[in-house]
């Protein structure tokens, strides 16, 4: 396995939570917060997959998904185009008003086959390449890509559970 099929496996995986996470809930339960200061899984979702979308078209040095495929007039959310949801408050979770998980994955998928189209070119000498000088130390393709993934593993599974706990209610 190479470094290239490495990654494309593990956002796979996250493909695959994604997918379980939300198809077949109601609009209802995409909105749902376990209490006023929790994120919903439309949230969650929608937030993963914009970082994912941000981060990797930036390194990619191609258009966003959430502007070149025009998802940001299918979401119609109250945000500017380039709002990734991060430092979001409870009324910014709360605006993400999700009505069909389908819109939810279909965003998903898109960045998802983006990022793949990306990830299949990558070699390990690539991952040394600098992406962001703001950090000291300046951060690599490589720590930039892992913390896409681990973002992306942990506000998927933050909607796992948040779905488990409404199925038991």
């Known amino acids: 396995m190479n470094v290239a099929d490495l990654l494309v496996d593990g956002f796979g995986r996250v493909r695959e939570n994604v997918h379980a996470a939300v198809e077949g809930l109601t609009a209802e339960q995409l909105r749902t917060r376990l209490d006023d200061e929790a994120n919903s899984i439309a949230w969650l979702v929608w937030h993963l997959t914009r970082v994912q979308d941000d981060h990797v078209a930036d390194?990619?040095?191609?258009?966003?998904?959430?502007?070149?495929?025009?998802?940001?007039?299918r979401f119609g959310l109250p945000f500017p185009a380039g709002d990734t949801g991060y430092g979001h408050r409870p009324a910014d979770v709360e605006a993400v008003r999700v009505d069909d998980p389908v819109l939810l994955t279909g965003y998903y998928d898109a960045v998802h086959d983006q990022t793949v189209r990306y990830?299949?070119?990558?070699?390990?000498?690539?991952?040394d390449r600098v992406v962001d000088e703001a950090w000291d130390p300046?951060?690599?393709?490589?720590?930039r890509l892992v913390s896409v993934l681990d973002?992306?593993?942990?506000?998927?599974?933050?909607a796992m559970f948040v779905r488990g706990v409404l199925e038991r209610r």
């Open 59 to 73: 390194v990619a040095g191609t258009e966003q998904v959430w502007t070149g495929q025009d998802w940001l007039s």
């Open 119 to 127: 990830l299949e070119n990558v070699d390990d000498t690539a991952l």
């Open 151 to 158: 973002d992306d593993i942990q506000h998927a599974g933050q």
């Open 138 to 143: 300046p951060v690599t393709l490589g720590v």
